[in-house]
């Protein structure tokens, strides 16, 4: 995906409301919120954090569509499990997975800087 000549939305699931300054969640299903970056030719042009359902509530489907209802482009994600990653490709919504960077802003800059790569559908979570 070319973040350089376009606009996207990229969701990264995290723990606060605190925007790019938010720790990452482990695991999207269970965050807390999603910060949501506009990205346009490459610079980040707004964002806003919404936040999620209950999973326990809803349960993975509701998470998953509360997710696509956001009109996102990608989501990063440190990991999720095959009926997410099926529904969001489905749906027209990139997978990208990274594990080791703490905060959502940081993470963005890393994909914004091509170091972020697509999620492989065998590193899926099998729960």
Not at 98 to 117: C, H, N, R, S, Y
Request: glycine content about 12%; overall charge negative.
């Amino acid at each position: 995906m070319n973040t350089k000549e376009s606009t996207m939305r990229i969701a990264i699931p995290v723990e606060t409301d605190q925007g790019l300054a938010a720790p990452r969640s482990g695991h999207f299903g269970h965050a807390a919120y999603f910060t949501i970056a506009t990205v346009e030719d490459g610079e980040v042009t707004g964002v806003e954090v919404v936040k999620n359902v209950e999973h326990g509530e809803h349960g993975c489907g509701g998470v998953i569509q509360h997710a696509l209802d956001q009109n996102l482009d990608a989501i990063i994600a440190t990991g999720m499990g095959m009926p997410p990653y099926s529904r969001f490709t489905a749906g027209g919504v990139a997978v990208y997975a990274e594990g080791e960077t703490p905060i959502a802003g940081d993470v963005l800059a890393k994909f914004l800087d091509g170091k972020v790569q697509p999620m492989d559908p065998a590193n899926a979570c099998r729960h």
